[in-house]
């Protein structure tokens, strides 16, 4: 499918309100666009528009549903390079890598993934007195609040399955990369009929506004534990269903037969993945002693070679933190660990005169498992690496945050990897790899990292309601 939305200044002009706020990219200080700012009373406008035209959506078969989110990806796929640069210069990441283009890509996929899903319904009982089916119906209107860390490709795990089910979508996108969630519904509404997937950008005035709404009827959020506790408290006087995925401080968990040399490569990504912006990024690393040092070694070689700068350059595959509130958080837990008198293996001084908020890449190893660099969500281009001599150790010690969102095991013995796994404490657990998520497969957190799942069919009835139906 062609669109006209074919280079950045298009996209841009789309979206961009001269008399709005000024956003800034975080590599270089320059402006890249304005966003309006949306009210409480946008929200109440858009959710009104919504609940209007849910029911006709709702009515169109599932298969007219998927092929207007197959067009959709194709529409993405069409302005891939425009929405990657804008979201390079919004949110920091870099064209390549794990990065812009990467989740460009990612929201077309995730789309045609939700496009062919089906779920059926199911026959629960099927004897000579009673025949029973579950069914699952549209839940309404859905109110999506997104991060500013994978602003359009979260934004897309929220909408796609809503949209698939039957619901009508009212978004709220981070006040920190409203420009990007707002392209990129402007190309996917070239494809769908009005009011069906509307953005409304503002502050958290704007969220609470969504959130709260009575005409809302499942909300979805990612984002910090705390904002998630708030809006369970604010649903609960309506009774809206929920799906939270919330904060994480992922641990992985090398065994004492794991390749070093092999392992590097993966261990470094699964933790600087958006330069660590990832809530399901390892943020903790258990190594044994027999490897530790081999361990290190092997990680710092992989980050010498994984340039960071600003994310219209090429060559760069890792950016700045996108905003200076999360730039203090990562400088304060590297400075608490060379403070302990851990070890830094590379990093840890930034440039004072570089402009953007460009944390460099930084290893910290001989760290106490009670640093606050391990304690705490880093959220950023740090790694603390924790040595281990006795197993269990290590996995009391990753079972004992509050949050459970991810976490790995790293060996060559897959059943000894599969049995440490299943003393995890955590919504996911991969094996030789982290933070690998696939759109056919369920995500969600346990503890204080929230809870639903995402992802596959188990998603599709996370935006439903179910209908039993007996003879």
């Given amino acids: 499918m062609s669109t006209d939305l ?3 200044a298009g996209l841009l002009s789309s979206v961009d309100d001269p008399n709005g706020r000024e956003l800034l990219d975080p590599a270089t200080g320059e402006v890249v666009g304005r966003t309006r700012e949306g009210s409480p009373a946008d929200i109440d406008t858009a959710v009104a528009a919504a609940r209007k035209v849910q029911s006709d959506w709702a009515a169109r078969t599932s298969a007219e549903r998927s092929d207007l989110l197959n067009k959709a990806a194709d529409a993405i796929e069409a302005s891939a390079e425009a929405l990657a640069e804008l979201l390079s210069r919004e ?19 995730w789309l045609r993934a939700n496009a062919a899903f089906e779920l059926e319904p199911e026959v629960l009982v099927d004897d000579e007195e009673t025949h029973a089916e579950l069914h699952y119906a549209p839940v309404g209107v859905v109110g999506a609040v997104g991060p500013w860390n994978w602003p359009m490709m979260i934004s897309v795990w929220q909408f796609a399955p809503s949209l698939k089910m039957g619901n009508t979508v009212v978004l709220k996108p981070s006040e920190y990369t409203p420009l990007s969630v707002q392209a990129l519904v402007a190309v996917v509404n070239q494809l769908l009929p009005a009011d069906v997937l509307t953005v409304v950008p503002g502050d958290g005035a704007v969220g609470a506004a969504l959130t709260s709404h009575d005409g809302v009827d499942k909300i979805m959020f990612t984002g910090s534990t705390k904002t998630g506790q708030a809006i369970m408290r604010t649903a609960a006087d309506k009774l809206a269903r929920i799906t939270l995925e919330l904060g994480g401080n992922d641990a992985g ?19 600087f993945i958006n330069t660590g912006q990832t809530c399901a990024a390892m943020k903790r690393l258990y190594v044994p002693d027999s490897l530790y040092d081999q361990v290190c070694d092997a990680l710092v070689e992989v980050a010498a070679q994984s340039p960071m700068g600003v994310g219209l350059k090429e060559e760069n595959v890792l950016g700045p933190l996108q905003n200076k509130q999360q730039y203090d958080i990562v400088a304060r837990l590297v400075q608490a660990a060379k403070d302990s008198g851990a070890r830094v293996l590379t990093g840890g001084d930034p440039v004072a005169e570089q402009p953007g908020y460009f944390y460099p890449t930084t290893l910290v190893a001989d760290i106490d498992n009670d640093n606050p660099l391990v304690a705490e969500e880093q959220f950023g281009p740090a790694l603390p690496i924790i040595r281990y001599s006795d197993l269990d150790q290590a996995i009391a010690w990753a079972n004992e945050l509050e949050v459970g969102l ?8 897959l059943d000894a990897c599969k049995s440490v796994a299943a003393r995890l404490q955590a919504g996911s657990t991969w094996i030789n790899k982290h933070g690998a998520v696939d759109p056919r497969v369920p995500f969600g957190g346990v503890k204080k990292s929230g809870f639903g799942l995402e992802f596959g069919l188990e998603g599709l009835k996370q935006v439903s309601v179910p209908h039993v139906i007996s003879w």
């Fill in 253 to 271: 968990i090398v065994l004492e037969d794991a390749d070093p040399a092999a392992i590097a490569g993966d261990l470094f990504w699964g933790a």
């Fill in 406 to 413: 991810g976490s790995s095991v790293w060996g060559s013995d």
């Fill in 91 to 109: 949110q920091g990441k870099p064209l390549n890598g794990p990065n812009a283009r990467f989740e460009v890509g990612a929201c077309a996929a």
């Fill in 6 to 8: 074919t280079t950045f």
